[in-house]
């Protein structure tokens, strides 16, 4: 007989049991039917920028699906598209890329979900950065893997602390997941830090997820190095992008993977027998993405530093609330230890007292406990009346 009962887990296979919601969902639903009831909220919850695609982007798609380009179309994406991301993600990492090596996706999620569905056996460890996007572990467990977390810390700068590292990364191992620029921490893995995983990854046969979302959003004059790029490494690497955090793009749904041909088939036919391909008029708009003007999403880029600096310095102003400049992404990650209440209790609290949606770092991971994360890709605006706004509520808790 079967129940309704949607915690009786002993419903489900074993292999979705362990699947939670993503915290940056649930909390914007919650902002939303808080403004919905007529609150005025300040959204640093979710993980996008506040404009809208650039309009070039949005032109172009309405073009295509006026041209009729609203048909399937290959699993792997659009041949001219394949091309053009060949040549862009190629180029900006001193690397050579073949069309073939790129499968294209609805999101840069299924260029991650899917090449571990396709590599991890069960049983097989697979290390990820704790905090860190929450799919790494979701999609290991889906595969059947044993999710192993390298912890993140505020004093490395939130760079994989290599001597803990070493202590994870052993014969099991099949997988190690990398993020850089990152979120939450908006930490960057340095090159050096990059040539030791490269070399562990080559010792014992391992591939790696590189997840380069946030690759061009990054604040130190000079390009986030991608483990791809190491020798030895391409044959062993997948490269996991897109467009959402670039061009704007989160809900149109269009990311890359970049992989060894023979994985990049397997991949697509994952995604033929699941997605069957992805929304070919939003691919057009990809198009223009990559091959059109460049200066609105550096324009964004510089924009972002701006708000950076103001968004941290302001933080760091509260008493109470420390916080590390992130070098890459658009969130800051303040740790808020000092008021010693759980980070969820206060993002909780600063949703209901003063409206500002933020998300409790331990949505990232047991290691995130003790932080927020907030997206300062926002106007100026609305980060100094979120500053205001956080200052005032955090006094009333006053730090222990
Ligand atoms: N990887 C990281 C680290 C992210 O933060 C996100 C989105 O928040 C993604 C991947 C997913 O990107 P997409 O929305 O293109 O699937």
Redesign the pocket.
Known sequence: MHTTDKNDLALFAERVQHLVPEG?YQMLARAQALEAAGRQIIHLEA??PDVLAFDNIVRAGIRAIEAGHTRYGPPAGLPALRRAIAEDAGRRRGIEVRPAQVVVG?????A?FFPTLALVRPGDEAIYPDP??P?YPAMIGVAGGVPVPVLLREEDDFAFNLDLFDRLVNARTRLIVL?SP??PTGGVLSRAVLEHIAEAARRYDLWVIS?E??GRLAYDDQPVPSIAALPGMAERTVI?D????TYAM?GW???FGIMPEALAERVELLLTHSIGCTATFTQYAGLEALTGSQDQAEAMVAEYKRQRDVFVAGLSAIPGVRCRMPRG?FYAFPNVSAFGRPSAWLADYLLETVGVAALPGSAFGPNGEGFLRLCFANSMENLQTALERMAAALADLRPG
């Open positions: 940056a993980g996008q609805p999101g840069a999620k299924p991650m860190g996007f799919t993020n990152s979120n997840d979302i946030y996991c897109g467009f959402s955090k989160t749904r269009l990311g992404a």
